[in-house]
């Protein structure tokens, strides 16, 4: 395999070529931030600091505006995600009707807090604002399925299906 510019870390993981290929279509253009973030997360499935530094010298963008970036849109993860994503809604309709409860089941049946992957890299629990289905409330997502009504009783036979 060819070293790529970017470091040493190109001989152990491909995608470090991918990310040198990304940030040389777009070097110096500072205005691609946000679409040069994506394109990394899509690549790596979260943004490390270490993709972070490239991006911010790679854009001649400072590093503090790339973490005011990652940071402030929800979108971009910091860390890496598992391979199941979790979501759980805490909207108002879903914590009136025990989303909070849920949560903390989840929580504890995983042994990880919100935020957190599972150390073995399969869950990802994050917490979101209302998905739409009040109707169902209270709401979990798991990647693409939605979970409405969900009792408390109900989240580890949830959880094994996956
Ligand atoms: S509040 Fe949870 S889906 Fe609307």
Redesign the pocket.
Known sequence: MSVCKCGSNAELDPRWEILEDILNAHRGNAGALIQVLHAAQDVFGFVSEEVQEKVAEALNVPLSEVYGVTTFYSLFSLKPQGKHKIGV???????VRG?AHVLAELEKELSIKVNDTTPDGKFTLEVT??????G????ITINEDVYGRLLVEKVKEVLAKY
């Open positions: 809604c805490l909207g108002t309709a879903c914590y989303a604002r209302c998905i739409g289905a009040c169902l409330a209270p709401v």
